[in-house]
């Protein structure tokens, strides 16, 4: 993948129920992650990116008709510190946020509605619960690293404590 070249963010429809930190279910969600780069045949260049508060699932490249680049494009793609000839590049988009995953814009199923301030409380560890689906769908045993910064790097600590058997490397950024 070029820095120039147009990504499309995808959508994993989970259809089994997430317990949440808070107590509450989600009984189906929708995650939306790019992608760059190509997984190699044992799957163990695989790298998870865990965006800030501000941020999202494009991390890098363009969407048709953007102006600008993803939010790390400095830092992801070919020749670049993460660099997508040799890496398989992940970045979903927070439970909860507004650029796609399910979120407070979402259509609870329990009342055919939309959420708006009934979406339940989502955490950090609930946000690395998802990811850990991500990546079982995407057949991915272990990541080479998760890389993340910020409220990211809160994500990394938490795949640390909560699965340091799926992930070699983390990268806790600030």
């Known amino acids: 993948m070029n820095e120039t070249d147009y990504v499309q963010p995808q959508t994993l429809q989970v259809s089994t129920p997430l317990q949440l930190v808070s107590g509450a279910e989600l009984p189906s969600y929708d995650l939306v992650y790019e992608t760059y780069g190509q997984l190699n045949a044992d799957a163990s260049n695989a790298v998870l990116i865990c965006h800030a508060l501000s941020g999202d699932h494009h991390v890098t490249g363009f969407h048709e008709g953007d102006a600008k680049p993803g939010w790390w494009s400095d830092y992801i793609g070919p020749g670049k510190p993460v660099d997508t000839n040799e890496f398989f590049v992940v970045c979903s988009n927070n439970l909860g946020g507004c650029r796609g995953s399910s979120g407070p814009a979402?259509?609870?199923?329990?009342?055919?509605?939309?959420?708006g301030p009934d979406f339940p409380i989502v955490t950090c560890r609930d946000w690395v619960n998802?990811?850990?689906?991500?990546?079982?769908?995407?057949?991915?045993?272990?990541?080479?690293?998760?890389?993340?910064?910020?409220?990211g790097g809160m994500q990394v600590l938490q795949w640390a404590i909560d699965y340091p058997d799926k992930l070699r490397h983390a990268l806790v950024i600030a």
Request: charged share 10%; aromatic share 6%.
């Open 106 to 115: 979402s259509l609870n199923p329990a009342t055919g509605k939309v959420y």
């Open 130 to 151: 998802s990811q850990n689906t991500l990546r079982q769908h995407l057949g991915i045993e272990q990541w080479a690293a998760v890389i993340g910064g910020s409220m």
